[in-house]
């Protein structure tokens, strides 16, 4: 499998999705906001669309070279755009939501005929293919994932302030708008980075699945977001794996590990809390006198 140049670039590409997708998933979940994901993904069809409709006038070579940067586009001034509804209070955020939902598929859908192609073009932009990473997918993939991880992880401190309490925040002299909107350009940037991986319709979940997972175990915010992440990970080079030997979709075949995961866990998880309590009522020194011995002890 490593011997294929195919799987070498698919392997690549699912390690950089699988570990920067949790960590922008981690400040989603802890806003509440676990689904903009999905709505910044229908957003970025619209943008594959225009890139592929720019592509064809510009007579490019595939027709849809301009389809992640077009995507990129899109998702980011979709996500300024809810981000900017939601902070004004104009509109519910779960409103805001859905309006970027349909329209943005609808916009992808329309803008693909008027470019030439069909419906099917963007099959593999809605589920992800494996098979169609390129080499220039690839660098597209590597610098998202990068810029996403190195802002993620340097400024989570104060990423986690402004998602934890917004008020607190802005007592505290930090600029929250400002703030607010990194959130959620990194979230545009996640959907973008993850297209071809486990495709649009499925990335919030590789976003918010192994947050889950984490939050079962992990007792504080950086613990969840490293463990998330390297869930993230193990489910993509996994599920890629599986890919490999039998026909499945990668992207389906990711999430549903996921999900499998976190079903699993959710599970054994109170097994492993009684035996902790029951560990943590016995006497960890019997040997030694008891606290309230010692202090009766004349």
């Known amino acids: 499998m490593l011997s294929s140049p195919l799987m070498q670039r698919a392997l690549i590409a699912a390690v950089l999705v699988g570990a920067a997708a949790p960590v922008v998933g981690t400040f989603l979940v802890q806003r509440r906001l676990a689904l903009m994901g999905d709505g910044i993904g229908h957003v970025a069809l619209t943008g594959v669309a225009m890139g592929w409709l720019v ?3 510009a007579s490019l070579s595939p027709a849809d070279t301009l389809a992640i940067p077009g995507a990129v586009v899109a998702a980011v001034i979709g996500s300024v755009i809810i981000e900017w509804v939601r902070a ?3 509109t519910s955020g779960d409103l805001a939501l859905a ?21 099917a073009n963007l099959m593999s932009y809605l589920f992800g293919s494996i098979a169609t990473v390129t080499g220039q997918d690839l ?13 993620g992880l340097g400024l989570r401190h104060v990423l986690f302030a402004v998602s934890h309490d917004e008020e607190f925040a802005r007592g505290s002299g930090l600029p929250v708008t400002f703030l607010n909107m990194v959130v959620a350009v990194m979230s545009a940037l996640t959907v973008t980075v993850a297209m071809r991986v486990v495709g649009l319709l499925l990335v919030s979940a590789l976003m918010i699945v192994p947050v889950a997972v984490a939050q079962l175990f992990a ?8 463990i998330a992440s390297g869930i993230g990970v193990a489910v993509s080079v996994v599920g890629l794996s599986i890919t490999y030997w039998e026909d499945y979709p990668p992207g389906a075949t990711i999430v549903l590990l ?10 054994l998880r109170p097994l492993f809390g009684r ?6 009522a016995r006497d960890p020194h019997p040997e030694l006198p008891d606290d ?6 004349p």
């Not at 660098?139 to 802002?151: E, F």
């Open 99 to 119: 309006l970027l939902f349909y329209g943005g598929i609808a916009g992808g859908v329309l803008l693909i005929k008027v470019a030439g192609g069909t419906n």
């Open 88 to 90: 004004r209070g104009r």
């Open 258 to 267: 996921a999900i499998a995961l976190y079903a699993g866990t959710a599970v």
């Open 55 to 57: 592509g064809t006038w």
């Open 275 to 280: 035996h902790r309590r029951a560990s943590l």
């Open 219 to 226: 007792g504080s915010f950086s613990r969840t977001m490293g």
């Open 139 to 151: 660098w597209w993939t590597v610098g998202l994932a990068v810029g996403v991880l190195l802002i």
């Open 292 to 297: 309230v011995d010692l202090a009766r002890t």
